[in-house]
Structures are given as structure tokens and as C-alpha cells.
């Protein structure tokens, strides 16, 4: 096989395991451990403060709290240990082909966003190589898995796989709750995918590519969408358009909330009416893997958001990693956690609005829906098209 096929799957293998095992994971649990810090804070309350490091396990007069930081990884150990329990009336290959269509799309998404510019780890792998008698010089690699020209609808695509697990879960439990937080969430989906969908078409419209690096270069090039005067200047033409934008903006992340199955749009697993919903019959690692399934389509979600309207990577006067030496390394790695530092202050706003906004009824969801984002959705488009022409 071509060295540069074998380069290729080698550098894609270490950018997926990565990203999944490196940054999502951790960026789960911790997402958790600072939903439930907000909540906490929101109700005055202190919120977990005592799982730290065990140092009476190793002969220390006291354990280190360390402000609770240890609770994601008690977390994640209780649910890997527990029992594992199967009910006798379920149908067992779908129920437990559920939790992983559940969380496999969220991660799959991933793939295509990019979450930073170049690394170029030569100046670490080249002199390893020399002592090693091999070439590890693969010069500036680009931040994302898989650069796709269709990426926004390979997101589209993917994501809308997440319903079945949702609805077998909710089916295969052979129990009504269960199956109707099943039937609400897959009608609450398709609702709001078509005005997800329809959001975007404004920004495709101005920037003419799906390529979701592409729509980053661009915002480098013309200043974000959302804040256009990041590149030193503002003329009447962003002015004019930033209306448009703003709109698929909110029409976006509303719709990305129902899409999450987050409060106020939690209805498939409304406790009050459902107990857990689709997930009530499952325990241990299976309802883990739901668990992971929703925070991970909360990351993909925010990660698409400042892919699409807040520049990605890009901070002014920040330069990119795209270089050699130790410099552009350094860079690299600054995109990356200014990509991340985005994606987690979204984070956060997802979890204030769940703490803040009470739960909506099922008909007024769906009102919202059909009745108002997808006409406004939809009249965004026009409104887009006739700016353009205006000022083109």
C-alpha cells in the first residue's frame, strides 16, 4: 500500500481517537459536573463538593476535596460497575441496539467540524525520527477528521439517525411510558429539523459552499457572522446582512435545543409524565451511553454553532498554526482552545437556559414549531436572497 494512504489513515486514526477519547469524554463529564455546579448556584445550593482525592487510602490524616472535581470519574466508575439488568418483557436485540444508536451519531458529527487550523508537530516527531531511523516529518496537519464538501448536510444527515435509537428504545421496552416518550421524541424531531434545515440556507446563500472549513476561511476573511466587525471594518453590506443571520441564529439554536431533547423542550423524558421516558427501563451502562448520547449532541450542536456563526478557531490578532517551528505548534494549540473555549461558554448557556425556563406543553411545542420557526425559517430565506441581490 502507498505510504501516503497508510500516512493518511495513521494521522485520521490519531485525530478521531483524540478527539473522542481526549477531548469529548472529558468535555461530557465535566459538562455534567458543571450542570450540576450551575443548578446548584442557580438554587442556592453548593452542589458537589466533596469527591476529591482519597489520600486516607494512602495513610493521610484527611482526604483533599478538591472542590468535587474527582465526582465525574466516581461518576462514570459507579456506572461502569453497576448491574447490569435486562427486564424479561423487553425485546432484547433492539433494546439493546438503542443506547448505542443513540450515542454513535453525536460522535460521528464530530468529524467533520473544524476545531482548530493546523498542528505541525514536526519539531517533536522529526528529531524522534532521527533517533528512531525513520521520517516523522508530516509537516502542518489540518484540525478536522474528515474535510468534506458537503459538511453541513453530512451533520444533517447523520444527526437525524440519532431518533431511531430513541424510538426503539422507547418501542423494544414493551411499556407505555417508555413508548410515548419515543413517539414525542421522533415528532419533535422531524418538527424541528426542517426549521434547522432551513436556518442555514441564508448562510450558504452569501458564503455559495457547504465546506464547513471553507465557511471558516471566510469569517477570517469578512469577520464572523454573528459579530462581522472582527475583521477591523464594518460596511453597510454586513449591516444589512447581519439581519438575516441573526435570525438563522436564533432559529438555529432554538431548534438545536428540541433537537437535544433539553428543557424547555425535554417532553420525550418529562419525568413528571413519563417517569424517564424512552430510557426508563434501562440501567448502568446502557442508560450511561443516553446520558452520553444527549451531552454529546449538546457539544456537536455547540461546536456547529461557532463553526457557522462565531468564526470557529478564529480570534483577532491571533495567527494560525500553519507554519514551522515551535511557534506555529504553539499557535496550533491556541486555535484549538479558543475553538473549545467557544464551544464551552455555549455549553454553559445551554445549561442556564435549562435552569432558568420552565417546560413547555406538547401542543405549544409543536406550535412553535410548525406554526412560527418554520414560516420564520422559511421567510428568512427570501429575506436573505433579496439583501444579496440588493447588495451584490
Do not use: C
Amino acid at each position: 500500500m502507498d505510504w501516503t494512504i497508510i500516512t493518511f489513515i495513521l494521522i485520521s486514526a490519531i485525530k478521531t481517537l483524540a478527539i473522542i477519547f481526549g477531548v469529548v469524554l472529558p468535555m461530557v463529564s465535566y459538562t455534567v459536573y458543571a450542570e450540576r455546579k450551575v443548578s446548584a448556584l442557580i438554587q442556592d445550593r453548593v452542589g458537589p463538593n466533596r469527591v476529591g482525592v482519597p489520600l486516607t487510602l494512602f495513610g493521610g490524616k484527611k482526604d483533599f476535596s478538591f472542590f468535587g472535581l474527582v465526582q465525574p470519574i466516581a461518576d462514570a466508575v459507579k456506572l461502569l460497575i453497576k448491574e447490569d439488568f435486562t427486564p424479561g418483557h423487553v425485546n432484547k436485540f433492539y433494546y439493546w441496539l438503542a443506547p448505542a444508536l443513540g450515542v454513535a451519531p453525536a460522535l460521528i458529527t464530530l468529524a467533520v467540524i473544524p476545531f482548530g487550523s493546523f498542528l505541525n508537530l514536526d519539531p517533536i516527531l522529526v528529531p524522534l525520527g532521527h533517533a528512531l531511523g525513520i521520517d516523522l516529518g508530516f509537516g502542518p496537519i489540518p484540525m478536522v477528521i474528515a474535510n468534506v464538501d458537503i459538511g453541513v448536510l453530512f451533520i444533517f444527515a447523520i444527526a437525524s439517525v440519532g431518533v431511531y435509537g430513541i424510538v426503539l428504545a422507547g418501542w423494544s421496552a414493551n411499556s407505555k411510558y417508555p413508548f410515548l416518550g419515543g413517539i414525542r421524541s421522533s415528532s419533535q424531531m422531524i418538527s424541528y429539523e426542517l426549521s434547522l434545515g432551513l436556518s442555514v440556507i441564508p448562510i450558504f446563500l452569501l458564503i455559495g459552499n457547504l465546506n464547513l472549513t471553507t465557511i471558516v476561511q471566510y469569517q477570517i476573511d469578512h469577520g464572523w457572522l454573528m459579530i462581522p466587525f472582527t475583521d477591523g471594518h464594518l460596511s453597510l453590506q454586513e449591516i444589512l446582512l447581519w439581519i438575516p443571520i441573526a435570525i438563522s441564529f436564533l432559529v438555529f439554536t432554538v431548534a438545536m435545543f428540541a433537537e437535544t431533547n433539553r428543557l424547555p423542550f425535554d417532553l420525550p423524558e418529562a419525568e413528571q409524565e413519563l417517569v424517564g421516558g424512552y430510557h426508563t427501563e434501562y440501567s448502568s451502562m446502557k442508560f450511561a451511553l443516553f446520558f452520553l448520547g444527549e451531552y454529546a449532541a449538546m457539544i456537536a450542536g455547540s461546536s456547529v454553532i461557532v463553526t457557522l456563526f462565531f468564526g470557529a478557531w478564529h480570534l483577532p490578532f491571533i495567527p494560525s498554526g500553519n507554519g514551522v517551528g515551535l511557534a506555529a505548534l504553539f499557535w496550533g494549540l491556541v486555535n484549538i482552545a479558543v475553538f473549545f473555549g467557544k464551544v464551552a461558554v455555549l455549553l454553559i448557556f445551554f445549561i442556564w437556559v435549562r435552569w432558568t425556563l420552565p417546560r413547555f406543553r406538547y401542543d405549544q411545542l409543536m406550535k412553535l414549531g410548525w406554526y412560527f420557526f418554520f414560516e420564520l425559517a422559511l421567510a428568512n430565506i427570501f429575506l436573505a436572497a433579496i439583501i444579496l441581490a440588493f447588495v451584490k
